[in-house]
């Protein structure tokens, strides 16, 4: 059974370009935790399409909905444990990490600012809009975290095998230095 790797850090920090890239070159299955949570929010009523859905009203509606009904969460990370536990997965989440002891744990940091441009330039937004929504999700998630699992998300990085700070490199030497860690690691 091969392990599953699984990458988290801040919003628009690229952990999907990162999983995308490691489920190509390692043959692995890519998930998206965040998929999973928007499948649920359709379930519940919410137009929850495309990759920037997150960054709508409507997104931000479905993170307060959750902030006060800590099922969807839960729901979803069972079903991401189950996942990764079955191996060969390469999945992003915000929580994984903290609630699995094997596979292999990459996680992205990366300053605000950073995130921010890479929000503005993949979701064609001012760089004012990409900072409020960047900050408003990293802040709300890491509250709501803490509430529910008691992990301090994004200062708490003990539980990672390899830390990447993702400033002043681009997507392929992140994704490269991701792929020398899970050859190490795998």
Do not use: C
């Not at 975290?145 to 992990?151: P, S, V």
């Amino acid at each position: 059974m091969t392990k599953s790797i699984v990458i988290s850090g801040p919003p628009a920090v690229g952990k999907t370009t990162v999983a995308k890239g490691l489920a190509s070159e390692f043959k692995l299955t890519y998930l998206s935790g965040g998929d999973i949570l928007k499948e649920m929010a359709k379930e519940e009523g919410f137009d929850a399409v495309g990759d920037d859905w997150w960054d709508t009203e409507n997104g931000m509606k479905f993170l307060s909905q959750r902030e006060n009904n800590s099922e969807f969460d839960k729901k979803v990370d069972d079903k991401l444990i189950q996942l990764f536990k079955k191996g060969g997965m390469v999945i992003t989440s915000y929580t994984l990490p903290w609630l699995v002891d094997d596979g292999i744990k990459i996680w992205l940091s990366g300053s605000h600012d950073s995130s921010s441009q890479r929000m503005q330039t993949r979701d064609n937004m001012t760089s004012k809009e990409a900072y409020e929504i960047t900050k408003l999700r990293y802040d709300k998630n890491r509250a709501l975290y803490k509430k529910l699992y008691d992990f301090d998300f994004g200062n708490d990085i003990s539980v990672f095998d390899k830390i990447i700070d993702t400033d002043n490199l681009n997507a392929t030497q992140v994704i490269n230095i991701a792929k020398e860690t899970v050859r190490e690691l795998l």
